[in-house]
């Protein structure tokens, strides 16, 4: 799949990242808990942004997409997948809304099962797997409604605020994916 690739759902699809989409994703790393949860440890500027976007169109291992909306086309978050470096083992997804006001509304969900059922079913990938905050009810509660299976607790994986949290890692198997009724 070329990285230029459109894959559209009913309500909303994803593209490629562009560099008219930096100012924005700067924008939502100001966000510290945001930032947090995927990983993100200071606010990001559009300047070293456009550095990460030159870097990761180079990284074969990696695929990110932003999420838009079919209606109005407007960016509201990002997908995308790392760690691959081949079909049996996979790899890492990440995920999210940008602003709370598009959160609760089904998009992540689509987005999930358009992204899964585009890696499993025209990628092949074997294994898909994330690494979530034990304490992120809202993206465990959304990897189990699209099947994805706790495999295990990293205990202390990583500090925050002045503690160490515990993170999830939750997987999906292309054969239980496509076993499930969605696909
Ligand atoms: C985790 C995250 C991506 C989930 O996004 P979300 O927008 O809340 O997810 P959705 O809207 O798809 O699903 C949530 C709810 O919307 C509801 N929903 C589904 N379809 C809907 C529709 N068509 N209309 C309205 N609501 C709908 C669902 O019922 C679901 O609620 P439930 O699980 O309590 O039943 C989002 O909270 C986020 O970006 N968080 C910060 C970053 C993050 O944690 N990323 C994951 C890192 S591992």
């Known amino acids: ?103 609760g509304k089904g998009y992540a969900r689509e987005a999930m099962l358009l992204f899964l059922n585009h890696y499993f079913n025209v990628w092949n990938l074997n294994r898909i797997f994330v690494i979530v905050d034990a304490d992120n009810s809202a993206a465990i509660r959304l990897y189990e409604y699209c099947g994805m299976i706790r495999e295990g607790t990293l205990r202390e994986y990583e500090e925050y605020k002045k503690g160490y949290v515990d993170k999830h890692i939750m997987a999906l198997n292309k054969t239980e994916f496509d076993e499930l009724k969605y696909s």
Do not use: Q
């Open 1 to 103: 799949m070329s990285r230029k690739e459109i894959i559209r759902g009913k309500r909303i699809g994803f593209r490629e990242v562009l560099k008219s989409d930096l100012p924005l994703l700067s924008k939502w790393t100001k966000d510290p808990y945001l930032a947090y949860l995927v990983d993100i440890k200071n606010p990001l500027s559009v300047d070293y942004l456009r550095k990460w976007l030159d870097a990761v169109k180079k990284d074969f291992t990696r695929r990110i997409y932003a999420i838009t909306l079919n209606r109005t086309g407007r960016n509201i978050g990002i997908i995308g997948i790392s760690d691959y470096a081949n079909r049996e083992h996979g790899g890492c997804l990440t995920m999210f809304i940008g602003d709370a006001r598009d959160r």
